[in-house]
């Protein structure tokens, strides 16, 4: 296969604008926009109102909904979380593109990693600067060259940009499955490894809250009259940890233990969370009913335990769906000398939402980039443009037919 004139002149679009794909980047991650700071995430929200008004798409805040949280003293209240963007062109066109990604960091407003620096090496090392500031300059730099299209009129695209993703989605779920259930294809925009390869069949996330109540009393004086919820807790624990090892490609990670106080007192209560990984949705039954026992038999008398939480990302299989657009996705890299390969992969983001809604996507078209989540978060400059050039050929590709999204969807509702 060879390019067009129509893709020659797209792609010439991006090359012209590469340098600015990574400044405005540069500039988002100078923003602290950690998922729990509400100013931060305010202001990032406005830059990418800002940078939207340059495509012709009706751009919307979009309410997300609010989540249960359990504090640390056990008890459950109800959280809001910030708005969605939305960005919506031709939604009457008989094809329908779905682009996701998110504006919140992990790094909370104290973090002390706020800023972007060049590294020796040339790479940029900043929060968010892959981890997906770098990824959402990305995404909508393609959609601005693709707009130059003559066939684009054929394909319509919808984009949505949480604010919650780095904390499991909980608010934004709803707003991607009904996307996902409406689109025909999905672009999503995580960053890749460090190499390019994108992440292929993903596995499974669950987030669970186990709260353990017991009953107060002197440590001294009347200690077999209290029952101690962090003893419960750290055999709850331990019931939870041999869990492991039990199926495969399960594992199921306990995090972080709390409650008590004074040493002499016996604790009332404790919470212990925890966070399960599957690979398919027979195992995540599996795992399911299992805390749910576990959740069932308080270890010591006088312990009650009130599990909260569940599965929030099903598994995304390679199925026939998945397949057959990571194959159109290899041609079209091939056509820009690009190598394009992929491996299974232990987390989970969004594209894992958007394939149960029964989306085909493909996750991880963002920056090339590495340690993420961490102070050492680096994006290579030079995969900016390389990567909004992939992304703009996929949807010329898809406008001209030779990616057939509407197949793709029929695959994917097959396998339903």
Wanted: charged content about 20%.
């Amino acid at each position: 296969m060879l390019l067009s004139a129509a893709e020659r002149s797209v792609l010439d679009q991006v090359t012209g604008s590469a340098d600015r794909l990574v400044s405005r980047a540069v500039t988002w991650a100078g923003i602290n926009s950690g998922s729990g700071n509400a100013d931060g995430l305010t202001r990032m929200l406005a830059e990418l109102e800002a940078a939207a008004a340059t495509l012709p798409c009706e751009a919307t805040q979009v309410a997300t909904a609010a989540s249960v949280v359990v504090g640390e003293d056990g008890e459950a209240r109800r959280r809001a979380h910030a708005p969605a963007l939305q960005l919506t062109c031709r939604p009457d066109a008989p094809v329908q593109i779905v682009l996701t990604g998110h504006y919140d960091t992990v790094f909370p407003a104290d973090s002390g990693f706020q800023t972007v620096v060049r590294r020796p090496d040339g790479a940029l090392n900043g929060p968010g600067v892959a981890d997906m500031k770098g990824g959402i300059s990305v995404m909508l730099g393609a959609l601005a060259a693709f707009e130059t299209h003559p066939d684009r009129h054929g394909v319509g695209w919808t984009v949505l940009l949480s604010p919650d993703e780095e904390i499991g989605s909980p608010g934004s779920a709803p707003l991607l499955a009904e996307l996902g259930a409406r689109g025909h294809l999905g672009l999503t925009y995580e960053p890749a490894l460090s190499d390019g390869t994108l992440a292929g069949a993903r596995k499974g996330s669950g987030n669970f809250h186990l709260v353990v109540h017991g009953k107060a009393a002197h440590a001294g004086r009347a200690f077999h009259e209290g029952a101690n919820a962090v003893a419960g807790a750290a055999m709850v624990a331990a019931r939870l940890h041999q869990l492991n090892g039990r199926r495969e490609g399960v594992t199921v990670n306990v995090a972080k233990i709390s409650g008590g106080g004074a040493l002499n007192v016996v604790a009332d209560r404790a919470v212990v969370r925890f966070n399960v990984r599957v690979p398919d949705s027979q195992s995540a039954a599996w795992v399911t009913d299992a805390v749910s026992e576990i959740a069932a038999d308080p270890p010591l008398p006088g312990l009650s335990l009130h599990l909260h939480g569940g599965m929030t990302r099903a598994p995304k299989p390679m199925d026939a769906a998945q397949t057959a657009l990571f194959e159109a996705v290899r041609q079209t890299g091939d056509l820009l000398g690009q190598t394009i390969a992929w491996k299974p992969s232990g987390g989970v983001c969004e594209g894992n939402n958007l394939h149960a809604a029964g989306l085909p996507n493909v996750d991880t078209l963002g920056v090339l980039g590495g340690d993420i989540h961490s102070d050492q978060e680096f994006a290579w400059p030079d995969s900016f443009g390389d990567r909004a050039r992939l992304s703009a050929l996929i949807l010329c590709r898809v406008a001209s037919g030779e990616i057939d999204a509407l197949k793709l969807k029929s695959l994917r509702l097959e396998t339903m």
